[in-house]
């Protein structure tokens, strides 16, 4: 196959903030995948790199060669192909076992963990190389969030509210993200969704009933 292009990709530009989306009214990002402009907006970095990949190999969208393509680009070596390009085939390929979109099935499916673990491999062999710590989270995001029903709801909740500001080039620190889902246990969700920003999630103050007394 050939390669339009060297691992890294060539993701669009990014929004320079978090801002509602016209369709469900929250902050672009936190309807994916159920929203069409949320995903539309969300799912434009990959279909970027996947529409080179097709015109590099000659490929018509929607065509049957085009899963046909998504099938030989999980086959290739690792690196061999963007992540987004990696993602994107995942998405056009049904799991044998399951049949459901691969790496989303539940947990017990080996089509779908296998697919994963290479996903995650791309990762671990490019950051910070070819690919920033904000793609990867992004990448988790999306990743989380399409296979929502098989992760803990505390994660799932995590990526939904963190997703427009990570969209926007933020990315949660290890400190940030353990904040948060501190606050998520808390079922301080409805605050978490008024913050602008990771940090503003970040810092909400403990409630008084969670905090220590001196």
């Known amino acids: 196959m050939a390669q339009p292009y060297p691992p890294g990709g060539r993701l669009p530009a990014r929004p320079d903030a978090a801002k509602p989306c016209p369709a469900c009214g929250d902050l672009v990002g936190r309807g994916y995948p159920t929203c069409v402009t949320c995903a539309d907006r969300v799912d434009t970095y990959w279909r970027a790199d996947w529409a ?4 590099g190999e000659g490929v018509t969208e929607g065509a ?3 899963r046909e393509l998504a099938t030989l680009v999980l086959a ?7 992540w987004t390009c990696l993602d994107w085939a995942m998405r056009l390929v049904t799991c044998p076992l399951c049949r459901t979109e691969l790496g989303t099935g539940n947990p017990g499916c080996m089509s779908c963990a296998n697919a994963d673990q290479n996903r995650w491999a791309w990762d671990h062999a490019a950051v910070p190389k070819t690919m920033t710590r904000n793609e990867h989270a992004l990448r988790l995001a999306v990743a989380t969030l399409r296979a929502a029903r098989h992760r803990r709801k505390s994660v799932v909740a995590f990526w939904h509210l963190s997703l427009p500001f990570v969209l926007a080039g933020a990315t949660p620190t290890a400190r ?25 999630m970040a810092i909400l103050p403990d409630l008084p009933w969670r905090t220590p007394t001196p």
């Open 64 to 66: 049957p060669e085009e």
């Open 76 to 82: 290739d070596d690792l690196g061999a192909h963007p």
């Open 176 to 200: 940030q993200a353990r904040r948060i889902r501190t606050h998520l246990l808390a079922n301080r969700h409805e605050d978490l969704a008024e913050a602008d920003s990771l940090t503003a």
């Open 52 to 55: 080179a990949l097709l015109e």
